[in-house]
């Protein structure tokens, strides 16, 4: 007979999917005047401390698109979308796949490095700043949230949009 308990109850805790906005009642366009589009995580978000490993939109296209949706996160310095957060990539996405005028989630598993969440920290999609053409557009919900804001970027300018927000998941 064994000194040892052994305990036959071990369980692995899987990392789990949080949406912290799941309606919608609006849309967001990224094209070529709008080339980056996503999520700035706000102060007192329970997102900050979070090692992120995914990261969902909802999107949809109208008419034909072309190009490549880069999936970046950026640290609360950055200059979006100039600086994505160093070694860190969650992927493309071939905008042709994206639904005609049906909405669709998509996600965006990281690749390589890691994501601790910051206040301001954002992750968004990337259209680039040329080689591409049509509208890629974005479930918004327009009365914003308190987990985060959208934030909207093109080459020459950053802006936060503080009341509205896509519509998003992560998994930490």
Not at 41 to 58: E, H, L, P, Q, R
Not at 121 to 134: N, R
Request: hydrophobic share 35%.
């Amino acid at each position: 007979m064994s000194n040892f308990v052994v305990n036959p109850y071990r369980f692995v805790v899987l990392p789990s999917e949080t949406c912290p906005v799941t309606t919608t009642d609006n849309d967001a366009r990224l094209s070529d005047g709008t080339d980056c589009l996503g999520v700035s995580v706000k102060a007192g978000s329970s997102m900050i401390g979070k090692n992120v490993t995914d990261f969902s939109f909802w999107l949809y296209r109208t008419g034909t698109v072309s190009g490549t949706l880069s999936a970046f996160a950026y640290d609360a310095g950055s200059d979006v979308p100039d600086t994505p957060i160093s070694g860190v990539n969650f992927g493309t996405l071939d905008a042709s796949t994206i639904g005609l005028n049906s909405v669709s989630k998509h996600t965006f598993t990281i690749n390589t490095g890691s994501v601790t969440v910051a206040e301001d920290t954002q992750f968004g999609l990337d259209f680039g700043d040329g080689g591409h053409s049509g509208d890629v557009w974005f479930n918004t919900l327009l009365a914003g949230n308190e987990f985060a804001k959208m934030y909207t970027a093109d080459y020459d300018d950053y802006y936060e949009t503080h009341t509205q927000v896509p519509k998003f998941c992560y998994t930490s």
